[in-house]
């Protein structure tokens, strides 16, 4: 899944920029980081029954391991790139990096829930201190031109693809280790870059400000209590006392957010920025995209383990393809934009997302891989790839150094924030849309079952077999159109929203840190 980070002014930082070697061992530390912060979102998917057998998780609870990361990732990414911003890039970055590995080491040694919870947590912190100074780090390193747009695409490739990637590396870690190994690979990556970005990677000039944690806490725990109120809605219905608690706490830490970075003289979300119309609409269409992409991936990883019974390495290979059609997609949004200009990749990119979703919701219990399944979701891919370049260069154009860290990371947080509340809103859509179909099902099954099926509902209180392959069905089907529905959403936003033609591409250049 593609990310957007703070990216300098042309021309900021001290020292020489490296060799031409020493640029392609750059970028692939770089491109090492970012990786391994986003394949962290989706690596955990596959592993998550072992983890809950493992640490005694509840149904509930068990969301969370998920969640615990994203949101703190999401939330505190505005902060991290102001920091990086104020006490220089490349030391945030390498702290940012030993933080993720640490948790990372810890997550692995977990002996309980609660600590395996507070490691994702504290992984989310790390991700969101090194992830905004990624992209910064590519303009400091690599000339403007056709050398830093070769950067971006490579970049974008790898963020674009890391979801994918993620969701393979799990499989083959869960089925040939053991689900600690999902967070222990990334102690020696995080060793790797830290060695060598000291060699290859110069640092950035500071720039005086200060801290806006307030606002950071308050969004994020915000956030936090908005996903809770879906979730709970969907296992407890919208009437439940803690489900209401939860959306009425949502409602006032966001609108203390919003009083917040109003009054604060150096907000990490100076709200000025949404006045821009195509940097609104850049940060909306984000925003719909990623509850779409989040809920592809978890509602098909559920459909191919629990109704064709993929075993996790071919779960993770049946994703294999759409981190390729990303990287396509990605690399032709990359050669093709300087003579189309964004509008037209992120309007075709939306309705071929939007398009693969509602091909999805064709699929049954019935349904094969090859027939029903690859065909979708190459479309979905294709479409997603073309839209991540064109987002990341106009989150970040024509923005003043000293905001470059918000700009690009509110892109980057919208991303992790949209998709956490997306996949809740679906998880609650399928929820309902499975608990009807049950109980449609429920006297047929009651006079068709077999002995040893009833037991086993009587047991659990679910059907089983083939029963609750309809059931799945039922609600992934109704997760698809909704999805569908945020792409296409997004396509409307580009459309509307989106105003900037090929000629402006050049007007950009020299007016602040866009990658163009």
């Keep these: 899944m593609a990310t957007s980070h703070p990216v300098p002014e042309t021309g900021a930082g001290t020292g020489e920029r490296p060799s031409r070697g020493g640029k392609g061992v750059a970028l692939t530390v770089i491109a090492g980081c970012q990786l391994m912060v986003v394949l962290d979102i989706t690596i955990v998917n596959i592993a998550l029954p072992h983890i809950q057998t493992a640490l005694d998780f509840s149904t509930t609870s068990l969301s969370w391991v998920v969640n615990a990361y994203t949101l703190t990732f999401g939330g505190l990414l505005l902060l991290g790139g102001r920091i990086g911003d104020i006490l220089g890039r490349r030391r945030v970055f390498l702290f940012g990096v030993f933080l993720f590995a640490l948790a990372s080491l810890l997550g692995g040694l977990a002996e309980n829930s609660w600590q395996l919870l507070a490691a994702r947590a504290l992984q989310g912190v790390g991700g969101a201190i090194a992830s905004p100074t990624s992209l910064a780090l590519i303009t400091t390193t690599f000339a403007e031109g056709p050398e830093r747009n070769r950067a971006f695409g490579a970049f974008a490739a790898v963020s674009s693809g890391g979801g994918a990637i993620g969701l393979l590396l799990g499989g083959v870690l869960v089925e040939w280790l053991d689900w600690r190994w999902i967070f222990f690979v990334n102690v020696p990556i995080g060793a790797l870059i830290i060695i060598a970005t000291p060699r290859v990677i110069r640092e950035s000039e500071r720039h005086t400000g200060h801290f806006d944690v307030l606002g950071a806490l308050t969004s994020t725990l915000g956030m936090a209590s908005l996903v809770y109120g879906f979730i709970r809605a969907g296992q407890d219905g ?276 866009a990658p163009l």
Aim: proline share 5%.
């Design 238 to 513: 919208w009437r439940d006392g803690w489900t209401l608690a939860a959306f009425a706490v949502a409602v006032v830490l966001l609108a203390a957010f919003v009083w917040v970075e109003r009054h604060s003289s150096q907000p990490i979300t100076p709200l000025w920025m949404f006045a821009d119309r195509n940097r609104a609409g850049t940060y909306g269409i984000m925003l719909c995209l990623a509850a779409a992409i989040f809920g592809m991936f978890f509602f098909l990883t559920l459909f191919v383990q629990n109704v064709l019974d993929y075993s996790p390495i071919q779960a993770g290979l049946a994703f294999l393809p759409v981190s390729a059609l990303i990287v396509v997609g990605a690399g032709l949004a990359s050669q093709l934009l300087p003579r189309f200009g964004p509008k037209p990749f992120m309007v075709g990119g939306a309705l071929a997302t939007a398009a693969g979703l509602g091909w999805l919701t064709l699929i049954d219990a019935g349904s094969t891989y090859l027939g029903s399944i690859l065909g979708p979701m190459l479309l979905f891919a294709l479409g997603m790839g073309l839209q991540f370049v064109s987002l990341t260069l106009m989150a970040v154009s024509g923005v003043g150094p000293r905001e470059a860290g918000a700009a690009s990371g509110l892109l980057n947080a919208m991303q992790q924030v949209g998709g956490a509340l997306g996949l809740a809103i679906l998880v609650t859509v399928s929820s309902t849309a499975g608990r009807n179909k049950a109980e449609d099902l429920l006297p047929r099954f009651l006079a068709e079952a077999t002995p040893a099926e009833k037991a086993a509902f009587r047991r659990t209180g679910e059907l089983p077999g083939h029963w609750a392959d309809q059931v799945l069905t039922s609600g992934v089907n109704l997760a698809f159109i909704t999805a569908a529905i945020f792409t296409a959403v997004a396509a409307v936003i580009a459309v509307v929203a989106i105003q900037v033609r090929p000629s402006d591409l050049e007007n950009l250049k020299g007016k602040g840190p």
